[in-house]
């Protein structure tokens, strides 16, 4: 039989998490403070301190805790490498493609693979609660879950408009406990600031980061960051390295790698460890693809420069391909992809030339989510969808030119909560 599906045994989860800042020719910009060391300082007093310093580490491997290795296990890691075989028939082209499915964990994305990192920080800082913000509930109830499994209280601020637009995944962090309060809320100054000037304020994900990191920095909690910074996607570099000895087990070696960016996190959790080590030898041959929504066209039309990562203007600024902190993006249902700006990490490496930009629109992406769900029989998060047309492109490609391809994609979760938003836009919601 094919190898169409690749597991690692439990005791073959990662070690160590990836740190890319070893292996680029040089450092990143860091992050600078317009407010001559205010926002700087808030950063330290709500992060917590061992994510904070590993923000500009440059070791190469960081032992993961084995009480987080634990946790790893037990929400579904190793998960499994699959390959979509049907999709490869139907495409009718010279390549093979993998799937890592990070689905597979129990809130159904990659969100889980830094969420238990957080929050065992928080913890070891002493923390009385998390706090973070989310848009529609993916990072969310990944905090969620990894709060309930550390025993700790999280408090989640919710952008409003998702609040009550999408209630699945609030009724899912409220299943683990955490507190969800719609934002903006009145429970921080920010907040009750906003209400006052709009009662109806539908919220942002920006305006919800500033109330979490409020809130934290006000009441001893600590707020835990669900993508964009270093440290955020080193930890989700568990995935990659999985993956890594997943197409090593077969004796793959992937030539194009397919991924969709909201901060970058999944993606860089995927590749890093590939383009590290090419960066390291000195010669990145492989072709890396980063796919956007067409409707927030920050990896094609962003510009590289210091942008704001919140709208509340409470962090530091970070070097990144942005479409501007006060960009408001139309209400595609892909919330994970609504985000204004690209990870520094990921943004060097697309200003250097290493990676590609691509974007598509939600209607052609959700026919293709549709068309993959009959093919391979898993749906697809509308995020994750993203990788699709991408897919076809490069198949397409390498069905003119008659060169085999091997596609690695970083798969980075289900969409069975998200059902009523492909029934909305395929026309079966009636
Ligand atoms: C959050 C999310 C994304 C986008 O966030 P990144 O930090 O870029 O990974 C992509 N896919 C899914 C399923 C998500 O939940």
Excluded: C
Aim: aromatic letters at 10%; a neutral charge.
């Amino acid at each position: 039989m094919e190898k169409l599906r690749v597991d690692l045994r439990p005791e073959e989860i990662p070690e160590y998490w990836y740190n890319i800042q070893a292996d680029l020719p040089e450092p990143l910009p860091p992050p600078i403070d317009p407010e001559g060391g205010r926002r700087l300082e808030l950063l330290k007093q709500v992060i917590p301190s061992e994510p904070l310093r590993l923000e500009t580490s440059t070791e190469r491997y960081i032992k993961i805790p084995e009480e987080v290795r634990e946790r790893y296990l037990q929400v579904g890691r190793p998960t499994p490498l699959i390959r979509a075989r049907r999709l490869e028939e139907y495409l009718d082209a010279p390549v093979r493609i993998y799937l890592k499915m990070e689905g597979y964990t129990y809130t159904g994305s990659h969100k889980i693979n830094s969420a238990l990192a957080w929050v065992y920080y928080a913890l070891k800082d002493g923390a009385k609660f998390v706090t973070t913000e989310t848009g529609a509930g993916q990072w969310g109830s990944a905090v969620s879950l990894a709060a309930a499994l550390f025993k700790v209280k999280a408090h989640v601020f919710m952008v409003r408009a998702s609040y009550y637009a999408k209630p699945l995944r609030r009724f899912l962090m409220q299943m683990y406990g955490a507190e969800v309060h719609p934002s903006p809320s009145d429970l921080t100054e920010y907040g009750r600031r906003l209400l006052s000037e709009r009662p109806d304020h539908p919220g942002s994900l920006g305006v919800a980061i500033t109330e979490a990191a409020e809130y934290a920095a006000r009441h001893g909690g600590k707020y835990v960051v669900g993508s964009v910074i270093n440290t955020d996607i080193m930890f989700k570099t568990v995935a990659g390295l999985e993956a890594k000895k997943q197409l090593e087990l077969i004796g793959e070696d992937p030539d194009v790698m397919i991924g969709v960016v909201g901060g970058g996190s999944n993606w860089g959790g995927a590749f890093y460890p590939f383009i590290g080590e090419e960066l390291r030898s000195g010669k990145v041959r492989r072709r890396y693809i980063a796919v956007g929504a067409l409707e927030v066209p920050k990896v094609t039309k962003g510009v590289y420069k210091y942008d704001d990562p919140d709208s509340g203007r409470l962090l530091p600024q970070l070097k990144m391909y942005t479409i501007g902190a006060d960009f408001v993006p139309p209400p595609i249902y892909a919330g994970g992809l609504r985000y204004h700006g690209v990870a520094p990490s990921l943004s060097y490496l697309m200003y250097k030339g290493y990676v590609e930009g691509r974007d598509y629109d939600q209607e052609t992406v959700f026919r293709m989510a549709q068309l993959f769900a009959q093919l391979e029989g898993y749906v697809p998060a509308p995020e994750t969808a993203h990788v699709l047309p991408a897919i076809k492109e490069v198949a397409d490609e390498a069905k003119r030119t008659g060169e085999r391809k091997v596609i690695l994609v970083s798969f980075s979760g289900h969409g069975l909560l998200d059902l009523a938003n492909f029934a909305d836009v395929l026309g079966f919601g009636k």
